[in-house]
């Protein structure tokens, strides 16, 4: 079946300027991961959600960042104010609930975000 | 809190040799241990995962990694080295069944003919 999909795989914005990045998980995965990846860095946890809800958002920067999942598939994450540190690969993982048994995250291609 | 450091930035190797990949992780509960690997041009995929079954834990293309607590280690290991297995590794930890999940730092794999 179809992986993990984001769009745009590409975006450059302006400083100051609003940007929304989105998420299509695999089909039936109800858990939904936000990470970013800085160049030479390994992803940085975000958020994820279960199901609609925001299960832990402690990884989130600052309130100028923010992530819904109204229907509990799509997911947009949205970035205020855009900065210049703010550019990096925002990549999406989702994953079934059976956290019991170890999560295997499936990830995306990413979204690189570019901040002029 | 937990965290995750790999040691090497960059590891380069010989085709037919050993890769070992360091991997030390800091946890407050038992975690569970991840090693995922991104060629060029993918995205991330898993390797293998620890999850309190089996200290040593095999995984895809011949990788493993041996689970010990009182060095609070999870090291990669490949007996010999092939020039596909070029790529980034990243070690990852999670206190809760992975859901949240800590990255480390990645280790980039040269492997030269």
Known sequence: GAGVSQ?????????????????????????????RQSLGQGPEFLIYFQGTGAADD????????????????????????????????????????????GNEQFFGPGTRLTVL | AQSVTQL???VSVSEGALVLLRCNYSSSVPPYLFWYVQYPNQGLQLLLKYTSAATLVKGINGFEAEFKKSETSFHLTKPSAHMSDAAEYFCAVSETGGFKTIFGAGTRLFVKA
């Open chain 1, 58 to 101: 402690s990884g989130l920067p600052n309130d100028r960042f923010f992530a819904v999942r109204p229907e509990g598939s799509v997911s947009t994450l949205k970035i205020q104010r855009t900065e210049r540190g703010d550019s990096a690969v925002y990549l999406c993982a989702s994953s079934s609930s059976s956290g019991g048994e």
């Open chain 1, 7 to 35: 769009t745009p795989s590409n975006k450059v914005t302006e400083k100051g300027k609003y940007v929304e990045l989105r998420c299509d998980p695999i089909s039936g995965h109800t858990a939904l991961y936000w990470y």
């Open chain 2, 8 to 10: 090497g930035s960059h």
